[in-house]
């Protein structure tokens, strides 16, 4: 097992990242200290982990209540919230209970927001089975809920009490969904890390083949990368707005063809490869590393090429994203391997970007 | 103008207090960053003041629009808020939009929680009508929506950048409204300044004849008294929890007969005889003590009997209390004016009170 501690003050967390962690008691105990736990899941995960994980909090003497949610981005709205919050009300959970996000990055941001809410904020852990939620939602504290005009418009930060990644649970991910854990880690990389960057391009295969060791080290790296952006930008005033490389373009995606068509992470992979197109428009990034990028992106078989929404409907998308500011859009580019800027763009390049990659 | 300043570190903000402070630009200005203002307010409040709010900020050149909410506490649930999401999201509000509560509590509370998870954060300013929201709601960034099984269950810690208490709006507040902020005053003095208790005694008429001297000192002590709480105890802890007093009580009436069939206010006053005959009947307070308050909350014309929903469906609902802790209900409980003690109760002298107090 490996430990990544985000350092936030007195919202400081472990991240354990390892193999078989579920079913392991002595990781939850230190970090529940009312007198009853209630368990967020999915339909898909529930009969997956269900059982291990009660088995592994038996132990600890408490009551443990689970709420099983429907499975998909399609159903992380208010509604299914709710009934989150029906279900800690009507078991008299009180301010000292812990909720526990057992599922991907949907339930990790949901649970995460409900347990920020209820009661005006009760203490949480994220054990997150998923590569994307490994990697992605588990660090940093963002929580919350789609709107139907855009894509986690509603939320909070709210930091976990831990974040247990049990890199066994990858062993059931559907192909689809390790492809899109992979896109956020090669979008870590880029944008932080060149050496990582290389290390990605030289055992892509054996992550597409799910090799723990090669697992571990990837989510151990991105976590630590970001873990130290976060921990200098906590609540995203500058240099943390540098994790959403390739999200202005993927929430348009995902708002445009409706949450849940396209997984977020192929999404993000196939924006990566537009802001890297208009990163090179502009004259900021070199083509070769592009050409690298997008290499990457498919070594893993995810999209790079965007569905037809038409040109007007993309710009209408991204000017509700939450990066905008009095409706200009701002994009994260790339002007080298571990080098980013974050601009407004003139709308002839922005144009052209999505011509080419339509 | 009196300003009273709550010290939150880089949370900090200034209450200002003193008659007709809507239509003053330069109060405003100073706590405004962005390019966008939505001012949320309700169908009572909009025609008395609307207009000259959005007076006073046009010489700030921002883009601003008004969310009109329906009245009363029955509306301070999901839906309702819901509205406040999508008139922001459809007017393309971005991060740095600024949400102007214009209304009592009850508008206050939802365009603060509105404000806590827009975007993950917006800011806020607190423009309190009423004299409950004045001296209550407006200090201490406690924001929410109620739930079926509970009042404010829902919610979240979020300051405001400032707050602009016009005491002139409390020229249109009906009677039973007043009498509602009256309680609340009277809870703060009988809990934290028997000095302010005395002074309450002695001016009591004046305040029940809106003289503006009275109510300026009387909102300034009552802030006073709360910020230094609550800057001890920012997310109640522990000290804060004294605010509470006659809530344990008052929740379970709000919450029996309905939201809205009692103010706020109405219960907490009902709320505060029943935990001074409690904190009696324990032998914690002198039985002179618990009749001076009853005293002065029956010179506010304030309800001293509570409705008879019956003593289980009582110990029923202050289960649910968000101060309860594993199906225990926590008390604040009188021992002198300006002197509290937390506890649970047994059964047998709650139930005694139920009985004497319904």
Redesign the interface.
């Known amino acids: 097992m490996i430990t990544v501690n985000v350092d936030l003050g007195d919202r400081s967390y472990p991240i354990r990242i390892g193999a078989d962690l579920i079913g392991q008691t002595e990781l939850f105990a230190p970090h529940i200290a ?3 736990i209630t368990i967020v899941t999915n339909e898909t995960v529930e009969p997956l982990y269900g059982d291990a994980l009660r088995a592994a909090l038996a132990p600890l003497g408490k009551q443990v209540s689970t709420v099983v949610l429907p499975d998909g981005e399609a159903f992380k709205h ?1 509604e299914t919230l ?1 009934a989150i ?2 279900a800690l ?2 078991g ?1 959970a ?3 209970t812990t909720l526990i996000a057992l599922g991907g990055g949907v339930i990790g941001d949901m649970t995460g927001f409900a347990a ?6 009760v203490p949480f852990i994220q054990v997150p089975t998923t590569l994307l939620s490994q990697v992605d939602s588990s660090v940093g504290g ?1 929580t ?1 809920i789609n ?1 139907p ?2 894509k ?6 709210h930091q976990p009490q831990a974040v247990i990644a049990d890199i066994a649970s990858l062993r059931t991910l559907p192909e689809r969904e390790l492809a899109a854990g992979l896109a956020e880690i090669i979008k870590t990389a880029a944008i932080a890390d060149a050496a990582f960057f290389e290390w990605l391009e030289q055992n892509i295969e054996a992550l597409n083949r799910r090799e723990p060791a090669a697992l571990m080290h990837a989510v151990k790296r991105s976590c630590e990368v970001k873990a130290s952006v976060v921990a200098a930008d906590e ?2 005033g500058g240099l943390r707005a540098i994790l959403n490389f390739g999200h202005t373009f993927g929430h348009a995606i995902e708002a445009g063809l409706g949450y849940g068509e396209w997984l977020h992470g192929e999404a993000v992979g196939c924006g990566m490869v537009m802001a890297a197109d208009l990163s090179v428009r502009l004259g900021l990034l070199d083509d070769a590393v592009r050409r690298r990028l997008v290499a990457l992106i498919e070594a893993v078989r995810l999209p790079t090429r965007a569905p037809a929404l038409g040109d007007s409907r993309y710009i209408e998308l991204m ?2 994203d ?6 200009t859009i701002k994009f994260i580019l790339l002007k080298q391997l571990g080098e980013t800027l974050i601009t407004d763009v003139a709308e002839p390049a922005l144009r052209a970007t999505l011509a080419a990659c339509l």
Chains 1, 2 share one sequence.
């Open positions: 009312g007198s009853s208010w709710n919050f029906d009300l009507g008299k009180d301010r000292k920020a809410c209820y009661m005006r904020g963002k919350g709107h005009l855009g986690n418009m509603i939320g909070a930060f609540r995203e000017k509700v939450k990066k905008a500011e009095a409706g």
